[in-house]
Nanobody, 124 residues
Framework: VQLRESGPGLVKPSQTLSLTCTVSGASITTTAYYWTWIRQPPGKGLEWMGAIAASGSTYYSPSLKSRTSISRDTSKNQFTLQLSSVTPEDTAVYYC?????????????????WGQGTQVTVSS
């Protein structure tokens, strides 16, 4: 199974960050699997942002819930992160990851599959 993040590397403050994770080797509708967005700001640890279940249900970090939306396109086997009203504090490497059964862990070892990560910088 491979995951690959894509999207703009530079976003202006107050705009919406949009990233897509393309999955190959498995279907995002596979029962019991959760497809997750995790980020790592410079010099800080991993932060769980949210997930979308195989059923399509979504789960968000309480601290980001008001600005975050995760959706999917099953025809393309992709899921997407949108983060609105970004500030420079949202500058990070953004990862998509997957595991069986729900977890809001930000521990790398708790996820079976990871994308390579994509750098997003918020700057004017």
């Amino acid at each position: 199974v491979q995951l690959r993040e894509s999207g703009p590397g530079l976003v202006k403050p107050s705009q919406t960050l949009s990233l897509t994770c393309t999955v190959s080797g498995a279907s995002i509708t596979t029962t019991a699997y959760y497809w997750t967005w995790i980020r790592q700001p410079p010099g800080k640890g991993l932060e769980w942002m949210g997930a979308i279940a195989a059923s399509g249900s979504t789960y968000y970090s309480p601290s980001l819930k008001s600005r975050t939306s995760i959706s999917r396109d099953t025809s393309k086997n992709q899921f997407t992160l949108q983060l609105s009203s970004v500030t420079p504090e949202d500058t990070a490497v953004y990862y998509c990851a997957s595991r069986k059964y729900y977890s809001n862990s930000s521990n790398r070892d708790d996820y079976r599959y990871w994308g390579q990560g994509t750098q997003v910088t918020v700057s004017s």
